[in-house]
């Protein structure tokens, strides 16, 4: 399975973009899938993640609040709205699908990964 992502940028202090993850084939449908980030020196950490029919959905503590994870009901693509961003949001963000069909918070329940979108929060 190949994870395309999407959307990244830079954006000011506060402001908001859009990611979006698509993924090959459609056997993802009945994945959980998620977003990571990793910034420069840090590990990949996790930062939302969502059930196979878009249903449940989990978000990292220092996302909640801001960023919205979205999925239509059994479909292959997942999106990612992050609003508010800051200076420490900055990252390599990369998607992924999980092992079963709900997402988790941790790396090794994902199977596949996609390539990663920069995004750039300047202060």
């Known amino acids: 399975v190949q994870l395309q992502a999407s959307g990244g940028g830079l954006v000011q202090n506060g402001g908001s973009l859009r990611l979006s993850c698509a993924a090959s084939r459609r056997t993802t449908s009945n994945n959980g899938m998620g977003w990571f980030r990793q910034a420069p020196g840090k590990e990949r950490e996790f930062v939302a993640g969502?059930?196979?029919?878009?249903?449940?959905?989990l978000y990292s503590d220092s996302v909640k609040g801001r960023f919205t994870i979205s999925r239509a009901y059994g479909a292959s693509t997942i999106n990612l709205e992050m609003n508010n961003l800051e200076p420490e949001d900055t990252a390599v963000y990369y998607c992924?699908?999980?092992?079963?069909?709900?997402?988790?918070?941790?790396?090794?329940?994902?199977?596949?990964w996609g390539q990663g979108t920069l995004v750039t929060v300047s202060s």
């Open positions: 992924a699908a999980s092992r079963g069909p709900y997402s988790s918070t941790s790396k090794t329940d994902f199977r596949s």
């Open positions: 969502i059930s196979w029919n878009g249903q449940r959905a």
